[in-house]
């Protein structure tokens, strides 16, 4: 079965992306910088040196932010958990699963996450807030989300705590920053300098500073 890797993302809609960095940004500029983001994702994955599917787990409408050579798989299910384990019973494994909220993540990076669920059974990418950039499974299993609660200082640890608990061969990638606050914000956009992200937080900067 040709492996998939899915990019779970929120449509940048003003208010719904991103809330957490308003203030200091209104929410139109969160907004401007979520979908930054997700393209700089999106961008990553079709550099990705892989005969895969890319597909976009999507919450709300599709827009000219998602390129071609994509998939669309709305999100359903109740709750972030619920919504991991259905993209995952929906595309069918193997499959490697990133969030929008990391724009410097590399195509090196999601190609060893694709790797792994092509010769274990996981894969598993720790967030530095406590909770995970990507996950990845060789078969698609509702119990691996059982009891995890999400965006908890925790959830990283109970998540791959879960993997252990199941007996599943998971591969540990690097962790990443991802995107909550604008000090976040920040020190992403200098991890990537030239991307998508990194150029719009530079033309929103004076005024966010201002507010």
């Known amino acids: 079965m040709t492996p998939a890797l899915m990019v779970i993302a929120k449509a940048p809609v003003?208010?719904?992306v991103k809330t957490r960095l308003t203030p200091p940004c209104t929410p139109d500029q969160a907004a401007r910088l979520a979908a930054a983001a997700i393209q700089d994702t999106l961008a990553a994955a079709l550099d990705a040196d892989r005969d895969i599917r890319r597909i976009v787990v999507l919450d709300g409408?599709?827009?000219p932010w998602i390129p071609g050579g994509f998939e669309i798989v709305p999100q359903r299910g109740d709750g972030l958990a619920a919504r991991l384990a259905a993209a995952f019973d929906d595309v069918g494994g193997p499959a490697f699963l990133v969030g929008m909220d990391t724009p410097q993540v590399?195509?090196?990076l999601l190609e060893a996450g694709l790797d792994a669920?092509?010769?274990g059974d996981a894969a598993f990418g720790a967030a530095l807030d406590g909770g995970y950039w990507a996950i990845g499974l060789?078969?698609?299993d509702p119990r691996v989300f059982e009891d995890v609660p999400m965006s908890a200082?925790?959830?990283g640890a109970i998540q791959r705590a879960r993997l252990a608990i199941l007996g599943l061969?998971?591969?540990i990638l690097p962790p990443l920053r991802d995107i909550d606050t604008?000090?976040?914000a920040r020190a992403v956009a200098r991890q990537a300098p030239d991307g998508r992200f990194a150029t719009v937080l530079s033309e929103l900067e004076p005024e966010v500073l201002a507010a």
């Open 61 to 63: 409408e599709p827009g």
């Open 106 to 108: 590399s195509p090196a």
């Open 138 to 140: 060789r078969e698609a």
């Open 182 to 184: 604008i000090d976040d």
């Open 169 to 171: 061969r998971t591969a």
């Open 117 to 119: 669920v092509g010769g």
């Open 153 to 155: 200082d925790n959830t």
């Open 14 to 16: 003003p208010g719904r």
